[in-house]
């Protein structure tokens, strides 16, 4: 039966409810042999004792016989009923063994005979036969006492093959349930103890038994489960984490550039390198930013390894730059790989910001510096002014003194030699009052150009005419009142002095990359401004010239008249060297 449990295997629950049945079954066997053969061995000793009470009652019978003949029959009544007796007809049953049913059968036989002898009177022939009878009787005794041994050794002989072979049972049991029961358990819990610690590639014990099977298979479901789960949990963290560094080198490369950008005056060097920073950066194939002007006028600023060719087939990406609805330009990119939109937006916000910021300080300092002029212009205006206008005045009065007293020529002369001085004065102080009232609304030098010149045009009949085409980021806010001072003096000049009716005024880059400025006339020729080269207004423009780094250059034309040419170094370098 254990055999066979062990072969078939299904149901641990089974298994064990076997073993348990083999157990009470082996063990209740056990124990009804034992109270059947109790049962049958009670009567064993009574049954000797009767059998052996026999031997007694025969001999005593012959005694009676032969001395009391009229007790006779009681005794043989008496051994009849001990022959008869329930502990001996016992060796009749059908557990009894057929030696001692026939034993007691041949002693039951015997006494018929002897009986008869003793009936008869045949005392002779009973005594002669008394021996064999009671070795008859013996041997019955004999065979019960056989029979109640062996009875005692099957019920010992059963009890301890009982005991080795519910110890087998149980060994084998034990062996059996530690391998296919205990050991799996283990292993489950090793696998969940492993799980616990968040390794889930883990075996499962196999076995064939349900329970343990469907638990196995419980827990490789939720290990497979969380698994997954834990890989896709681990994968959304290391993409957050990617994202976050991500955002956080994009955060920090932004607020360098910005740092960089808004540290100090707005180079276009320093655009250049925030652009090559960022084709490093992202790994664009081509990177370039250009900046428009309110003239219509661009500057391109590229990257490392240029801008392709026009006829190029590389698709580009525009980024615009916008503030306050006004188109600043716009950073266009290259790329092989997909564009980063967020970071690139967030980077052309930067520069629309540098740049707008740029503008403003270069306005607020040329506001400054118009304001400061003003306030030395009104300064002028009121002292040196009205003490000129004052001594104007008495001048006049004095000539006209002079002029009732007739005697008086040389002091009339000096007189009037002060009036002129003091006129000249007069005139060179409003005309530098114009100048100082010159001013700039906007940081664009062509504009302040284009007012200046509004302003001549209304008190000179001369054709004035303009041709700007200097870009923007080469000269900064306080160079450009210098270069219009200059302008507005050379233009003067042309006017009053060289009685010029075509002015032409040339603004460009030279072929040394720097600004230049040509006030170019048609009047009397460079001889006028020999002889005015000790002229205060001359003077100034070399002062300004120098401010500005550059040099002032008169020469004459081929056409006649003659032209002032003004050079100097961008406030940076040019852009590509």
Not at 464 to 492: F, G, V
Request: proline fraction near 2%.
């Amino acid at each position: 039966m254990l055999k066979a449990l062990m072969i078939k295997r299904g149901s641990l629950t089974s298994t064990i409810l076997g073993l348990m049945l083999a157990f009470i079954l082996l063990s209740s066997s056990l124990a009804l042999y034992a109270i059947f053969n109790l049962s049958i061995s009670i009567g064993d000793a009574k049954a000797i004792n009767a059998s052996g009470s026999l031997r007694m009652q025969s001999y005593r019978l012959l005694l009676y016989a032969q001395n009391e003949p009229e007790q006779t029959n009681e005794k043989i009544i008496q051994f009849e009923k001990t022959l008869d007796s329930p502990a001996l007809q016992r060796s009749l049953n059908w557990y009894s063994p057929t030696q001692l049913s026939d034993q007691y059968l041949q002693v039951i036989n015997r006494w018929q005979l002897m009986r008869t002898y003793i009936e008869q009177g045949k005392l002779t022939q009973y005594k002669n036969g008394l021996k064999n009878f009671v070795d008859t009787i013996d041997t019955l005794v004999f065979k019960m006492e056989q029979f109640a041994a062996l009875k005692l050794r099957w019920l010992v002989i059963s009890q301890i093959s009982g005991l080795i072979l519910m110890l087998f049972i149980a060994v084998i049991a034990v062996s059996y349930t530690r391998k296919r029961v205990v050991k799996p358990l283990h292993q489950l819990m090793d696998s969940a103890e492993t799980i616990s610690r968040g390794v889930f590639d883990v075996e499962m014990p196999k076995t064939e038994y349900i329970e343990l099977t469907a638990l196995s298979n419980a827990l490789k479901k939720i290990t497979t489960e969380l698994s997954t789960l834990y890989r896709d949990l681990e994968g959304q963290v290391n993409e957050k984490t990617v994202a976050l560094t991500r955002a956080n080198n994009e955060l920090n490369f932004l607020y360098d550039n910005l740092i960089k950008l808004q540290a100090d005056k707005l180079e276009y060097k320093t655009l250049q390198g925030a652009l090559n920073q960022l084709k490093h950066f992202e790994r664009i194939s081509y990177l370039r930013l250009v900046i428009e002007h309110q003239d219509e006028t661009q500057d391109v600023i590229e990257a490392l390894d240029g801008w392709p060719d026009a006829d190029s087939e590389l698709k580009s990406v525009s980024f615009p730059l916008i503030h306050n609805n006004k188109h600043l330009g716009h950073l266009d990119v290259i790329s092989q790989k997909a564009v980063n939109t967020q970071l690139l937006a967030n980077f052309a916000m930067m520069l629309t910001r540098s740049i707008t910021i740029h503008n403003a300080t270069e306005q607020r300092q040329q506001l400054a510096l118009m304001e400061e002029r003003a306030v030395i212009a009104r300064e002028l205006h009121d002292s040196l002014g009205q003490l000129l206008s004052f001594l104007k005045i008495q001048v006049n009065l004095l000539t006209k003194s002079l002029k009732r007293d007739q005697g008086k020529e040389e002091a009339e002369k000096q007189l009037h030699q002060i009036n002129a001085g003091v006129t000249t004065a007069y005139s060179q102080l409003r005309e530098l009052l114009s100048t100082f009232r010159l001013t700039l609304k906007e940081p664009d030098l062509h504009q302040g150009i284009e007012m200046m010149l509004d302003q001549l045009r209304g008190q000179s009949d001369a054709q004035l005419l303009l041709e700007y085409h200097l870009p923007a980021h080469l000269m900064e806010a306080k160079q450009h009142i210098h270069i219009l001072q200059i302008t507005r003096e050379a233009t003067l000049n042309s006017i009053k002095h060289a009685n010029a009716t075509k002015i032409c005024i040339k603004c460009n880059v030279n072929d040394k990359g720097h600004p230049s400025i040509s006030i170019c006339d048609n009047g009397l020729g460079i001889e006028h401004i020999k002889e005015r080269d000790q002229h205060f207004g001359i003077g100034i423009m070399h002062e300004r010239a120098n401010k500005l780094n550059g040099t002032i250059n008169f020469r004459s034309n081929i056409d006649g008249g003659s032209t002032v040419i003004l050079s100097f170094p961008p406030q940076q370098e040019p852009l590509n060297g």
